[in-house]
T-cell receptor, first 114, second 111 residues
Framework: ETGVTQTPRHLVMGMTNKKSLKCEQH?????MYWYKQSAKKPLELMFV???????ENNSVPSRFSPECPNSSHLFLHLHTLQPEDSALYLC?????????????FGPGTRLLVL | RKEVEQDPGPFNVPEGATVAFNCTYS??????FFWYRQDCRKEPKLLMS???SGNEDGRFTAQLNRASQYISLLIRDSKLSDSATYLC????????????FGAGTRLAVHP
């Protein structure tokens, strides 16, 4: 399935590096999300964009910076990360018109911070 | 208290067994309820929505008890391919689908 794609799939970076994660959805949705999934923990919502406008920032540290240039693309810019930021970062999209709409997830970027 | 609480398991069951997962949620304002499935090293995928009247999809039955803030998933005639982590998910009000995930219950079906 290629409804939501994410690149890169794996990323290893040092604490002083700057990198970006990319997400693209081909489903015509108007809402996009970033989640973090750490080992043995529930998925944590990080950011929500509705119609390209950020509507949620779930107390995420400023070393994570989202960007949504249009309703199909979402980026997560990373800088000066910490080892505890190592996790699976998942992008999702949905048609935000009702409470019952389904979120579709991308395959995720597995990030390791050294 | 966790917003969505699940037994982490693992549940180890033989093929053909019936297995039930339970989930409780803390926010009485929760609007919608779902079960997602996540295979090892893959993304979560919607398994089924959960409705107040209860609903069934083949071998899977979901129940919701709003008064007790309790959700369940029953899997009948388990298959090897059912092995995965099952995520209980609730949606809060707010104009968009803000999902709160449980940590998941791991199921391992063996021959």
């Amino acid at each position: 399935e290629t409804g939501v794609t994410q690149t890169p799939r794996h990323l290893v970076m040092g604490m002083t590096n700057k990198k970006s994660l990319k997400c693209e959805q081909h489903l015509g949705h108007n809402a996009m999300y970033w989640y973090k999934q750490s080992a043995k923990k529930p998925l944590e919502l990080m950011f929500v964009y509705n119609f390209k406008e950020q509507t949620e920032n779930n107390s995420v540290p400023s070393r994570f910076s989202p960007e949504c240039p249009n309703s199909s693309h979402l980026f997560l810019h990373l800088h000066t990360l910490q080892p505890e930021d190592s996790a699976l970062y998942l992008c999702a999209s949905s048609q935000a018109s009702s409470y019952q709409e389904t979120q579709y997830f991308g395959p995720g970027t597995r990030l390791l911070v050294l | 208290r966790k917003e969505v609480e699940q037994d982490p398991g693992p549940f180890n069951v033989p093929e053909g067994a019936t297995v039930a997962f339970n989930c409780t949620y803390s926010n009485s304002a929760s609007q919608s309820f779902f079960w997602y499935r996540q295979d090892c090293r893959k993304e979560p995928k919607l398994l089924m929505s959960v409705y107040s009247s209860g609903n069934e999809d083949g071998r899977f039955t979901a129940q919701l008890n709003r008064a007790s803030q309790y959700i369940s998933l029953l899997i009948r005639d388990s298959k090897l391919s059912d092995s995965a982590t099952y995520l209980c998910v609730v949606s809060l009000s707010g104009g968009y689908n803000k999902l709160i995930f449980g940590a998941g219950t791991r199921l391992a079906v063996h021959p």
